[in-house]
């Protein structure tokens, strides 16, 4: 992807829409390779750019916005994050009024940055909105429709009210991806499905189904995308925060001890999964606080 971005702009100039389009192409790469803040870095020079190419009155624009917003979120800086999305999603507003598929998203996105700030009940209610909306507009087999049914679930979750929705929320994301989509099982969307009905079962009172899909999710990152990947290390905490509420204390120590150490190496003092790790690890060491943290990944909208 790094190289036909180079070849369009050798060939084109750096501020033609399809060395922008690649230029945006490339940030979602480097997202979802793991590099968040590379894709950041990338995005607000794109968005500078188009801004300037194009104008207030584009959508691509504000597009552009929304993924700036994404990118903040997994980097912890929600406040950031929370703007950007909003202010995205104004702009869209203003520029098409009929439902459509790239304001549903950036609702989605901002219900779950509000989420993880602890406005839980406001992003359940922002999810269903933009869930309903997805099954209007897309149908409900569509890979936006079936990650917004995850997000869904973990807002639930959060929220700790009906969470046997919860649980049914993220086995129709996990069967959608795998029957609907076609996904192959040790495709990462289908493991951050399987994570999210671990934590689900788990909240829903079923510690041993949680343990045995947190596990399957975590291998399954693990030999795709890597020790280090952030997806892999907020799986890691999350295996360790299934194992204490299932009671095995020193098993759940010994992982969150691992997964803190590596999110300190890898991630950075700063980053949210290395708060929670921190947070946890003080937990492991009285086991009968069962005050943990979950580290939600949520289908990423790029």
Known sequence: MSSSRESLRA??????????????????????????????????DNYRRRRRLFGTGDVRTWATLAQIGLYQRELGRYPEALDSLLFASQQLQALRHELNQIQIGVQWNRAIALRLVGRAKEAKERTGKALRDYR??????????????LSFSADHRRVGVDTGLAVELARTALTGFQEHVGLRDDHPFVALCELGLGLALRAAGDPAGAVGHVEAAT?????????????????????A?????????DRAAELIAEAHTDCL???GHDHPHTAAAAHNLRRAEHPTDQDWQECDVDVPHT
């Open 241 to 249: 925060r299934v194992h204490a509420a299932a009671g095995d204390a």
């Open 219 to 239: 291998r399954t990152l693990r030999t795709r995308l890597g020790d280090t990947h952030p997806w892999t290390l907020a799986a890691a905490i999350d295996e």
């Open 265 to 267: 190496e890898f991630l």
């Open 136 to 149: 209007e507009v897309l149908g409900p087999h569509h890979p936006y429709t079936l990650g917004c049914a």
């Open 11 to 44: 060939v084109l100039g750096e501020d033609h829409p399809d060395t922008r389009r690649a230029a945006n192409n490339l940030a979602s790469s480097m997202f979802l390779s793991g590099d968040a803040a590379g894709a950041l870095a990338l995005e607000e």
